[in-house]
């Protein structure tokens, strides 16, 4: 059974730090590209980062020198690194796994992130 379960969100002050986790399990972790991706309240979702099975990664410019994402395979968990916290930076934070070799995406449930003073 797949499943992509984050973890790790929560509530921060302006400046600080959390590290988003998602573990993957069901389907084979390096044959998938793996990203992040936001969705505030009445915004549309928004690309954050990506990294492939390369680590060739990518990130959304207005997180880019703050946030780091990264992948380890022999855990077949993703995370997403997230330094110098901003109010603009809350919203729901998800998992997405889309396949090399075909068009196959799964997503996780999301976890909640809150940057307030």
């Known amino acids: 059974e797949v499943q992509l379960v984050e973890s790790g969100g929560g509530l921060v002050q302006p400046g600080g730090s959390l590290r988003l986790s998602c573990a993957v399990s069901?389907?084979?972790?390096?044959?998938?590209?793996m990203s992040w991706v936001r969705q505030a309240p009445g915004k549309q979702r928004e690309f954050v980062a990506d990294v492939r099975s390369t680590g060739d990664t990518n990130y959304v410019a207005s997180v880019k020198g703050r946030f780091t994402i990264s992948r380890d395979d022999a855990k077949n968990t993703l995370y997403l690194q997230m330094n110098r916290l901003e109010v603009e930076d809350t919203a729901i934070y998800y998992c997405?796994?889309?396949?090399?070799?075909?068009?196959?995406?799964?997503w996780g449930q999301g976890t909640q992130v809150t940057v307030s003073s």
């Open positions: 069901g389907f084979t972790f390096d044959d998938y590209a």
């Open positions: 997405n796994a889309r396949g090399l070799w075909s068009t196959t995406e799964y």
